[in-house]
């Protein structure tokens, strides 16, 4: 099992910069794959970003990359989401999630937080 808590979302202005963490607890964080993801209201949840298991593999949908970067320190057991440049569409929850293997698609990851909101005015 692992628990996962995000935290660091918030109410900014379009062009600022965020950074999202996610706390993990429980067996073996490093072992896992850890992924973003972010649910507009009315839309699907969608895929943001992955990491590796130590970090040396990084992955960004189309609509973050350049923008977004996924990092993870294993000894603090926390994944983190750096946003910059920040637009009115990133406003949505923002979730965590750990799977056992790299992957973009939402129902391969086996544990997730409870989300953050992220909200970005034009």
């Known amino acids: 099992q692992v628990q996962l808590v995000e935290s660091g979302g918030g109410l900014v202005q379009a062009g600022d910069s965020l950074r999202l963490s996610c706390a993990a607890s429980?067996?073996?964080?490093?072992?896992?794959?850890m992924g973003w993801f972010r649910q507009a209201p009315g839309k699907e949840r969608e895929f943001a970003a992955t990491?590796?298991?130590?970090?040396?593999?990084?992955y960004y949908a189309d609509s973050v990359k350049g923008r977004f970067t996924i990092s993870r320190d294993n000894a603090k057991n926390t994944v983190y989401l750096q946003m910059n440049s920040l637009k009115p569409e990133d406003t949505a929850v923002y979730y965590c999630?750990?799977?056992?293997?790299?992957?973009?698609?939402?129902?391969?990851?086996?544990?997730w937080g409870q989300g953050t909101q992220v909200t970005v005015s034009s």
């Open positions: 429980g067996r073996a964080f490093s072992s896992y794959v």
């Open positions: 990491i590796s298991w130590n970090g040396g593999a990084t």
């Open positions: 999630a750990a799977s056992g293997w790299t992957t973009s698609k939402a129902d391969e990851y086996d544990y």
